[in-house]
Each structure stands twice: as C-alpha cells, then as structure tokens.
C-alpha cells in the first residue's frame, strides 16, 4: 500500500488529523516528522498527547534532513556545499568557457544581470533532473559545463545534495505535515523517504504543490 494523503482547506483538520496519526503509530522505530517549521512541528508535538514516545520521534524540515543525510557523502567526496558567491563564480567560469556557443547570450556578457539570470536558469533545469540533450542550445553546452565546473572546484549545489541525500535516504514511518515538494529532485527523496505507513497532509489551496506530493507519493489526493 503507498502512503496516505490527506488535503483540507482547514489547518485544524489537517494538524488534528496529523495528531491522531503520531498516536496511532507513537512507538513506531524511526518515526520522523518533517514539517514546514520547528515551530509548527512543536505545536503539532504539544497537541499530541502520547506518554514518553516523543523521545524516540525526530524533526526536521525537509532542508534540513536534505543536508543531514548528505553529509557523510560529501566528506567522502570532498565535496563544500556552495555559497552563492561561490555559484556565481562557477557561473562566470561556465560562460567564459562557452565564449563561442552563447549565440543570442553573446551581446549580454558585459551585462551585470547575466550571471545571476544564468545561474537562477542552471538551477532550476538541475533541480528538475532535466537531462542535457532535452535542452536546447546555448543552455545545453552551458548546462553540460557548469556541470563539469562544479565537479571541478568541488562544489555541491542544491540539486547535488539533494541528490546524495536520496542515496542515502531509507523509508520509515514518516508524518509530511504540510509540506510541498516542488522541484522533482525534492519529490524524488520524499519518495525514497517514505514508507506505507506514512501519512502526508496538505493545504487544498496548494492545487499545483498537491499535485506534486501525490506524485512523489505514488497517490491520489482525498478531497
């Protein structure tokens, strides 16, 4: 059976419906909860009456668990999470080795915005898994050697941690409260994260974001 997915337009339903959850499956080994906040997570905690198994839950925001799992695989890579600054040099370093293949990009390298438009770009294909030959030139070559580039200088970005974190990612009991993979590289380790136990709730407002989490899920949505 995959997990279970619960929306409702009302945040009482959902945190209520998420209570009852933890009660039921309390002593389950591993149980872990991922939420929006740290706040949210402790009021959810507060409101859930259960004698002595809060010890054994953990909690996290997916960015969190995201870097957690990651980092036993960037030490053994020597691999430095990066900072932006550090992006837009791979960035800067990516166009000036694709000098001769920006085509319509060529007249725009003196301006100041490229490398942060270029970089939000990279980002975003990166994210969503997007293979190289599905994109079309000057993206590609850019794509293919910011790539190379990051491997160069030893540099993770989101989408690479993301990715050693879903190597390293086991299923267990897990509550999703309220949380909305939207990049396919997030729905991928909400996949590899969760088991048939668990339960998933979201906001009805948040169509497109339900719509992502089903499909993480491997389910359909309870209106």
């Known amino acids: 059976m995959p997990p279970t997915l619960l929306t409702s337009a ?8 998420a209570s009852r959850w933890l009660d039921r499956h309390a002593t389950a080994p591993g149980l872990r909860i991922i939420g929006p906040s740290f706040d949210a997570m402790t009021r959810l905690v507060d409101d859930t009456v259960v004698s002595g198994a809060v010890i054994g839950w953990s909690r996290h925001t997916l960015a ?20 932006p600054l550090a992006l837009i040099g791979a960035v800067v370093d990516t166009l000036r080795r ?26 975003e294909l990166r994210l969503a898994r997007m293979p190289s030959r599905h994109v079309p030139e000057p993206l590609r070559s850019l794509l293919v050697t910011y790539d190379a580039v990051l491997a160069e200088r030893l540099l993770a970005d989101r989408a690479r941690v993301l990715e050693l974190a879903c190597d390293a990612a086991t299923s267990a009991p897990t509550l999703l409260y309220d949380v909305l993979p939207r990049w396919p590289a997030e729905r991928e380790l909400v996949r590899a994260l969760t088991d048939d136990v668990s339960l998933a709730t979201a906001p009805v407002a948040a169509s497109m974001g339900i719509r992502h989490l089903a499909d993480a899920l491997g389910v359909g949505a309870l209106f």
Request: charged share 25%; aromatic share 2%.
């Open 10 to 17: 009302s945040s009482a339903d959902r945190r209520q419906a």
């Open 64 to 83: 969190t668990l995201t870097r957690r799992l990651a980092e036993p695989f960037l030490a053994d890579r020597d691999l430095i999470v990066a900072e």
């Open 98 to 123: 694709c000098d001769g293949q920006l085509g319509p990009l060529r007249p725009l390298l003196d301006q100041p915005g490229l490398p942060d438009a270029v970089l939000n770009t990279l980002t």
